[in-house]
């Protein structure tokens, strides 16, 4: 496997508070990566500097060769849109637009044709296996459903990389089991790379391999 991301030395400080601290790791094309770690520990907030969701205050991301250092936050959407896929473990879904619509939302920026939108979001809810769902608003939709629906807009753009922030923390253990099982796909079919926070050890247990956070510090990589 060759390199997808790489981080150096990255840091995050709010004010006094040093939230993140000299995080180096690299992560292949098609590798699985638990991120763990007690509560407080800035997982996700090393998770959210790798995507850009946070400037940091120290250090580099570089993704495919390319520094993101630097970038404004125009840039790095338009990075994200094309290059990765997120998940939370607060689906995000707005309730006024059905499954088809909430996987097809990332498009409109591009101004795809609303044809091409609906193919490529029919293929996207077939592939985590919702394609007689299309239709269905988020409040008909169940929990399990509603972040197969998130997992399915995050792979909108054919992404590289899946970066998910406790993606089954919202859902039982059978709906949860279902989730991992789709990401492992992904890795194993499409060679997306799926970095993915987590508190469940049965969940990293599946892992290619685990992170571990303490104090803002990798402890054990």
């Known amino acids: 496997m060759s390199e997808l991301v790489r981080t150096e030395l990255l840091a995050k400080a709010f ?24 509560s407080g520990s800035g997982k996700s ?31 790095l959407a338009l990075w994200r849109r ?3 896929g997120l998940v939370f473990q607060a689906f995000h879904l707005i309730p006024t637009l059905s499954a088809l619509e909430n996987v097809a ?5 591009q101004a795809v044709p609303p044809a091409e939108r609906r193919r490529r979001a029919t293929s996207k809810l077939e592939m ?35 970066l998910a922030d406790e993606p ?6 059978e709906t949860g089991a279902a989730i991992l099982t789709l990401f492992h796909r992904l890795r194993d079919k499409a060679g997306v790379a799926v970095v993915i926070v987590t508190h469940d050890h049965d969940i990293a247990a599946t892992a290619d391999r685990i992170i571990r956070m303490k104090d803002g510090e990798i402890v054990d990589a």
Request: aromatic content about 4%; hydrophobic content about 40%.
């Open 45 to 75: 907030t090393a998770l959210h500097l790798i995507a850009g969701l946070e400037q940091p205050t120290g250090g580099r991301v570089i993704y495919e060769g390319n520094d993101l250092t630097g970038l404004d936050e125009d840039a």
């Open 128 to 162: 985590v296996g919702l394609s007689d769902r299309t239709t269905h608003r988020p409040s008909r939709l169940s929990g399990g459903e509603q972040q197969r629906v998130a997992v399915a807009r995050a792979l909108i753009g054919d992404p590289g990389l899946i």
């Open 105 to 109: 939302l990332p498009l409109y920026p």
């Open 15 to 38: 004010g006094a508070v040093t939230a993140v601290r000299d995080f180096t790791a690299a992560i292949d094309r098609g590798e699985f990566v638990a991120l763990m770690g007690p």
């Open 82 to 84: 094309n290059s990765i």
């Open 168 to 173: 089954t923390g919202n859902l039982d253990s």
